[in-house]
Structure formats: structure tokens, C-alpha cells
């Protein structure tokens, strides 16, 4: 593989994906149960593992302060399924307060197996 074809293999394309959408595919990710009850809605925080809720914590933080947020970073899993990458807490955060609409960066060579989110 050329450099160039490296480079293009790992450039993402910013894009706004329904946050609906996202969930009920990463309901099927192996790390969802961090964040999600069996019917799929996001956990409440003091029923999350600490960890996860320090993170959600830090998020709602940022938002309050009016501070810019990392965009998540989005890929298909093993399962064909939605898999979140760095930035998981700010979209399950931003979820969970009710966004609809959540931009997000995903791999530029997949954008077809994204056709099914974007809005």
C-alpha cells in the first residue's frame, strides 16, 4: 500500500449522524453495557460503573462551560454494528441530554456503510 493510500485509510470526514440510530446499532457493541440498559436507553448516572460516570460527569462539565468538545469518532465493529471510538462519552452524553443530531468523524473510505445514520 502507498503512502497515499495509507493517508486516505485513515482520514475521517466529519458528518451528522442521528443519535437514535447509533445506539440501537451499538447496542449489539461488547462495551455498550457500560452505558446501556437491555431495552437500549442510556443508563441513568448513579446507575453506571464510576468510571464511566466520571467521564459523563467531565462531559456535562464542558458543556456547562461553554467549552468546544472532542467529535466522536465512529467505525463498524466485527458484527457490523456501530462501534464508538474515542469520544464516547461526549455522544452518549449528548444523547442522553436529548440531541438528536450528533456530529461525528467516521473513516472517509466508509462513508457508505454510514448511509443508514447520517441525517
Request: negative net charge; without cysteine.
Amino acid at each position: 500500500m502507498s503512502t497515499t493510500q495509507a493517508s486516505k485509510k485513515r482520514s475521517f470526514v466529519p458528518v451528522k449522524v442521528s443519535a437514535a440510530a447509533v445506539l440501537e446499532s451499538w447496542r449489539g457493541s461488547l462495551f455498550s453495557f457500560e452505558w446501556l440498559d437491555k431495552d437500549g436507553s442510556i443508563r441513568a448516572a448513579e446507575d453506571m460503573p464510576l468510571r464511566e460516570r466520571e467521564k459523563r460527569d467531565a462531559v456535562l462539565t464542558q458543556i456547562q462551560n461553554g467549552e468546544a468538545l472532542d467529535l466522536p469518532v465512529l467505525g463498524i465493529g466485527m458484527n457490523e454494528n456501530i462501534e464508538i471510538g474515542s469520544g464516547k462519552a461526549v455522544f452518549l452524553t449528548l444523547a442522553a441530554k436529548g440531541q438528536d443530531e450528533i456530529e461525528v468523524l467516521i473513516p472517509s473510505g466508509a462513508q457508505d456503510d454510514f448511509k443508514s445514520f447520517l441525517v
